[in-house]
């Protein structure tokens, strides 16, 4: 199985600042369809998860430009330009390349 | 608007049986590959299981294969989860999710809780 690697586990941030979420594979994420099927998603407290962003950098609608995602292969990061109080929660990354898909561990975001 | 509502959990003593169903609404189901995910209490998500658009394909973690099938009735715009011999680690809150590869929309959930 592939195991996705998230850090850090958690992250406290000041309002209005920058935070970044590494997210590795354990094998490439390249589908031989050509597409990297990277994922990433937010769960606020009490609530489904949502997603952000899919295959590495495409930003699902109604999400806010602060949020970005870049990366290849093996390699992800999640960032967000200006923190607001609204992000607290957790972020997970999933691949979707392999079977069984799996989901990295997941990173605590709060308010300093 | 996309919607997809979970029911059909609920309390289960260990070895026993339920079945899952999911609601779609707001797209065309039966051109959307479909899975279950879930989330313990406290704990991430875990991908449970999925299914192709026409149900010719299907996937399961381990730890469920032999016990779960996943199905689906294009005509009633649903996603089924039959859940056999369970175990208190199944113990969850199991998602709907449209697409296999990207997770696109997720249910509310359904909290199933396998316990004597």
């Known amino acids: ?112 | 608007e996309v919607q997809l509502v979970e029911s059909g959990g609920g309390l289960v003593q260990p070895g026993g049986s339920l079945r899952l169903s999911c609601a779609a609404s707001g797209f065309t189901f039966s051109t959307y590959s479909m899975t279950w995910v879930r989330q313990a209490p406290g704990k991430g998500l875990e991908w449970v299981a999925n299914i192709k658009e026409d149900g010719s394909e299907k996937y399961y973690v381990d730890s469920v294969k032999g016990r779960f099938t996943i199905s689906r009735d294009n005509a009633k715009n649903s996603l089924y989860l039959q859940m056999n011999s369970l175990r208190a680690e199944d113990t969850a809150v199991y998602y709907c999710v449209s697409r296999r590869r990207t997770a696109e929309s997720w249910g509310q959930g359904t909290l199933v809780t396998v316990s004597s």
């Open chain 1, 1 to 112: 199985d592939v195991v996705m690697t998230q850090s850090p586990l958690s992250l406290p941030v000041t309002l209005g600042q920058p935070a970044s979420i590494s997210c590795r594979s354990s094998q490439s994420l390249v589908h031989s369809d050509g597409n990297t099927y990277l994922n990433w998603f937010q769960q606020r407290p009490g609530q489904s998860p949502r997603r952000l962003i899919y295959k590495v950098s495409k930003r699902d609608s109604g999400v806010p430009d602060r949020f970005s995602g870049s990366g290849s292969g093996t390699d992800f990061t999640l960032k967000v330009s200006r923190v607001e109080a609204e992000d607290v929660g957790f972020y997970y990354c999933m691949q979707g390349t392999h079977w069984p898909l799996t989901f990295g561990g997941g990173t605590k975001v709060e308010i300093k």
